[in-house]
């Protein structure tokens, strides 16, 4: 049994970025040893592949939702990735985006959230005060490394970036201060509703 309990996590005064890197190994090192592949892909089949699947397959394997649902998105069988949303110390509800996972047909993209205040993520929000999942639109960028045409020692790549929207669904986890949101974007190209913006980074 693995054990994770809040007077145990660690104290990075502030560096929040690798708390949140450590939470993410722990859940995918649970994810693992918890949820053997075979057994966990034979119990996707007999269920609609959705988030709303996602809290059934956790109590089969009395795992926690979180790890569950990296587990369920690594054998999607098309390109998707998940956000979490967590709630921040305001007074007012605000979520923002923790860590995000894709999958290996993703590749060989990586995908973000927008992080400045252009940015309207709607499902999230709506999903938040609903029992059921919520399906949007919602805008993630996309990178990935083209290399430029040239010769040895030369040659050199660059970072390219487009910023799309993509068919999402939100549920929401949880109650009171620990109620959070789980995001399941399709991103595959036959997914894509956008060729909005297109630049060298």
Request: hydrophobic letters at 35%; a positive charge.
């Given at each position: 049994?693995?054990?994770?309990?809040?007077?145990?996590?660690?104290?990075?005064?502030?560096?929040?970025?690798?708390?949140?890197?450590?939470?993410?190994?722990?859940?995918?090192l649970?994810?693992e040893?918890?949820?053997?592949?075979d057994t966990?892909?034979?119990?996707?089949?007999?269920?609609?592949?959705?988030?709303?699947?996602?809290?059934?397959?956790?109590?089969?394997f009395?795992?926690?939702?979180?790890?569950?649902?990296?587990?369920?998105?690594?054998?999607?069988?098309?390109?998707?990735?998940?956000?979490?949303?967590?709630?921040?110390?305001?007074?007012?509800?605000?979520l923002?985006?923790?860590?995000?996972?894709?999958?290996?047909?993703?590749?060989?993209?990586?995908?973000?959230?927008?992080?400045?205040?252009?940015?309207?993520?709607?499902?999230?929000?709506?999903?938040?005060?609903?029992?059921r999942?919520?399906?949007?639109?919602?805008?993630?960028?996309?990178?990935?490394?083209?290399?430029?045409?040239?010769?040895?020692?030369?040659?050199?790549?660059?970072?390219?970036?487009?910023?799309?929207?993509?068919?999402?669904?939100?549920?929401?986890?949880?109650?009171?201060?620990?109620?959070?949101?789980?995001?399941?974007s399709?991103?595959?190209?036959r997914?894509?509703?956008?060729?909005?913006?297109?630049?060298?980074?």
């Amino acid at each position: 049994m693995l054990w994770w309990s809040r007077s145990t996590e660690p104290k990075y005064r502030g560096n929040r970025e690798s708390y949140r890197k450590v939470e993410k190994v722990c859940d995918r090192l649970a994810a693992e040893i918890l949820m053997p592949e075979d057994t966990f892909r034979r119990h996707m089949e007999e269920t609609v592949m959705t988030l709303a699947s996602v809290q059934r397959l956790a109590q089969i394997f009395e795992t926690s939702v979180q790890s569950a649902a990296i587990r369920f998105v690594d054998f999607l069988p098309f390109p998707a990735v998940l956000t979490i949303w967590k709630q921040s110390g305001t007074e007012e509800l605000f979520l923002k985006p923790g860590w995000t996972h894709r999958n290996t047909h993703c590749r060989p993209y990586t995908y973000g959230i927008q992080k400045n205040k252009e940015a309207r993520y709607i499902g999230p929000y709506q999903a938040f005060s609903s029992i059921r999942p919520i399906q949007t639109e919602e805008t993630l960028t996309r990178t990935w490394r083209e290399n430029i045409v040239g010769s040895f020692p030369d040659r050199r790549s660059v970072d390219r970036l487009k910023r799309s929207t993509f068919p999402t669904e939100s549920m929401a986890f949880g109650s009171g201060q620990n109620r959070y949101v789980l995001s399941l974007s399709y991103v595959g190209e036959r997914y894509n509703n956008s060729n909005s913006l297109a630049e060298e980074a």
